[in-house]
């Protein structure tokens, strides 16, 4: 009869331990949203525009401190926030360009880019004193985001680029 | 005796603290239970305010970063030229047209679907490819689609409507540019071809796409009022010497397989073979000619063809009065240029375009200007008054000197 007694208390403690478990159990993740393979993205979206020049793209693949640095080119964001990039900007030194950064989570998509804002100002105000011809590309700049994905265009045919960027994410 | 007293009394006792026992027990457990339960509620009370808490930031941020958003603002239907004429959808006509069933169109589309099927089943015939297609609708819009006495975007009061609709253009048979543009869109959507509405503030136009990435900018607005042609199937190079536009949002047009360069074209052996052929296409009232070099030209001989295309223009002003003539090159599908000659003769009924500069209101406009900068009219190419055609405009007016005066004259 104690045994009894003693397993029946022991079941009912492990019942309300589990009771306990469940009701802390973890929060619903927020939907990341689509994810898309970067190098297919960057593919698609250089074809988009036919007018870009020869282009210089660095990416985040080899990882290390060179990715890193690389990254420090297009944005002063913590690079701890990123989990891939790439970024293509013409090689001749005009002002297209063509970014797209991967965040580890969405919330820092609204930093990531008013900093995208802040280098395209910058590079308007470095085109204005060497190469005036280049301004009105960096005044039509696209700064678009799909979930954890931001992406910066700035190219003759931004528009297309900017629904190719979108089209990578609808499904087909 | 007493044993058995005791060991009675014993077990009475013994139940007694047993049963306390047994109590005590369960009020701890209800206890531990009710203490178990408490904790679970208020940590799915907290999981439930955090999670509030967490989708209430991932709003603001989902908001911030929305408003850091910087688009490409192309549009085209819903935007308004000249801040007037809206860019109306017609897909659902053309959709319609294709899939054979217009019962979801209003009585106005209905009616709009059956003007443009008309037209097209006057104008087109089987076997024709697109270019083909277009062209026939092309040429008939040029032929029927007039103005409303504009001469440019703007609908003066009592010009008779507002034709920048399909619908109205085709009832109408007249247009601002936007009718134009949404019109020729219509029926090149119906037609299978995709078709863009390009336009700056206050002028539109079309792009079509006629083969796959083959795209093609055609201003049947400005040829309606023109020279045929001289705004068919351009490049984007081509468009641009005359038309201004956001081209961000668009597809490349650099095409030349359908021009009308290359299409029309005829060889000539050389460029001194030119003005001959120009001749007999003027004999022959055609509005545009196009020329390809059999040799082509060297870079030193563009100077020798521009200098042939300016006295060209010479010769033909001697030839044909209220004419306009343009001489423009054309890069053809080889890399060669072709030398293209427009002519727009102006209708001898209607009234020369442009302002009379001989006219009695022309010489008050120059008198003002000169009066008010200090200049002489004649500077400004007031000739006084109308000459008597006898006496040569070279020969001085002579001018009567006052006896007396030691030969000074006052002239008023």
Redesign the interface.
Known sequence: MRNSVKRI?CA?LAA?LL??A????P??Q?DPGKDVDMSALLDTLIAAD??LPELTIVTSHGGGTLAETDFTYLSDLDYQLVDEYFYACAKAGSAEEIAVVKLKD??S??AL??SL?KHVEQRQGTFREYDPSQVPLTE??????EGRYVALIVC?????V??AFRDSFQDK | MSTQTETAGGKTQGKGLKAAKAVGAGLLALCLVGSLGLNVYQAQAQQKYAAEMGAFIAEQKDRWAKEEEQENAYQEDGYKVAGEYEIRSTTHISDAYKSGDDSQLSAEDKDTLKMAKDVLDEVLSDGMDNYEKELAVYQWMVANIGNNGSDGVIVRPGSGGSPFTPHDVLKSKNAVCVGYATTFRLFMNMLGMDCHIVHNDYHSWDLVELEPDQWYHVDVYSDAHGAEFANFNMTDAICGMGHSWDGSALPVADSVKYSPAVQNSVEVDSLLDVPAQFKKALDEKQGAVYYRFKTPLTEEEQPKADFLAALLENAMRATIEDAYFQAMWYPGEDGNDILGLLVERYDEDEPDPGFDSTSPEAKAVIRAIAEAFGLDPAELGDTGDDPDPDIPVDDPIPVPIPEGNGGSVIID
Request: aromatic share 2%.
């Open positions: 208390a009912a309300l009771a306990c469940w009701g802390c159990a929060k619903e927020a036919p007018t969405a919330g998509a609204a880019m008013d804002h039509q700049a696209v700064i678009v985001r003759q045919k931004n528009g297309l900017q629904n």
